[in-house]
């Protein structure tokens, strides 16, 4: 399957929001005479007014016959829980850090998470234009701080990828500034693992929520196990243990920042 799954980890003001309305454009998500502005995916009238993302976004994006499925996470420490939830839907996941700043506290507890659960980190040192800036001494601080969570040789082994995502570049050598994020969207593709399924029954993890009009209550979630579609008989497992027979009446796929009809889902960020 061409498919990559990753989320989208960093401290407040990084860049994040900016790097992922970047990856949207190179993308081509957005047809030319579109109109669609700054951070796209805070599209929640208080993340605007804040700045911060508060909610987790998904955006399907297709790169190279490559189908990304990218998870945009809150950066603030207030919603945690929420981060931890979204990282089930990964295999790998972006750590975005600041040239300046480094790696802050924020950043430490969602690596954890990430490092616990086995996901393949990707570090991308943003803002290496601003003055007075330390991509190499981030970079190792970075390093050091997987070490000290305890992260495998693998995961220490992580690809770095320097750039600016307000100036819409991303290079392997921070040096050597580019006029595009190709490389980054390359790094993705080659280091981030393809999504696997188990044999037997269906298993679909519900991440969050999400209500429409007209099709009413949408779970959001990822298939680890078997395969869904519509009509399909289910059992819905509750926090008290107890078990609710239940059938699907609609399935989507994400693709793009829309959700689109499908007749079968296996191994995508789904909804049911």
């Known amino acids: 399957m061409n498919i990559r799954n990753i989320a989208i ?97 924020q950043t430490r507890f969602v690596l954890e998470k990430a490092i616990q659960m086995g996901l393949k980190p990707i570090v991308v040192i943003n803002k290496v234009d601003k003055e007075n800036c330390t991509p190499d001494d981030v970079h190792e601080q970075v390093f050091e701080l997987m070490f000290n969570l305890d992260a495998t040789d693998d995961q220490l082994d992580f690809p770095t990828i320097y750039g600016s995502a307000k100036q819409g570049w991303m290079s392997t050598d921070w040096k050597k500034k580019t006029d595009n994020i190709d490389a980054l969207l390359d790094c993705i593709v080659e280091n981030i693992p393809e999504p696997k399924v ?63 009809k499908a007749e079968k889902s296996k191994l995508v960020i789904s909804v049911q």
Do not use: W
Request: hydrophobic share 35%; aromatic share 4%.
């Open 198 to 260: 188990e044999q037997g029954s269906l298993q679909l993890l519900i991440t969050s929520l999400d209500y429409s009009n007209y099709i009413g209550r949408i779970a959001i979630g990822r298939v680890h196990r078997g395969s869904l579609s519509p009509g399909q008989p289910i059992s819905l497992m509750k926090k008290d243990g107890k078990i609710e027979k239940s059938r699907i009446k609609e399935l989507y796929v994400f693709d793009g920042l829309e959700k689109v």
């Open 9 to 105: 980890i960093a401290h407040v003001d990084h860049g994040k929001t900016t790097l992922v309305d970047k990856m949207i454009h190179a993308c081509k998500v957005f047809k030319e005479h579109q109109v669609t502005g700054d951070l796209i995916m805070d599209n929640n009238d208080l993340e605007r007014e804040r700045g911060i993302t508060i909610l987790a976004k998904n955006v399907s994006l297709t790169y190279k016959g490559i189908k990304i499925n990218t998870i945009d996470t809150p950066g603030h420490s207030d919603f945690g829980g929420e981060v931890e939830r979204v990282l089930n839907m990964a295999d790998g996941v972006l750590l975005l850090v600041d040239a300046f700043e480094g790696p802050m506290p």
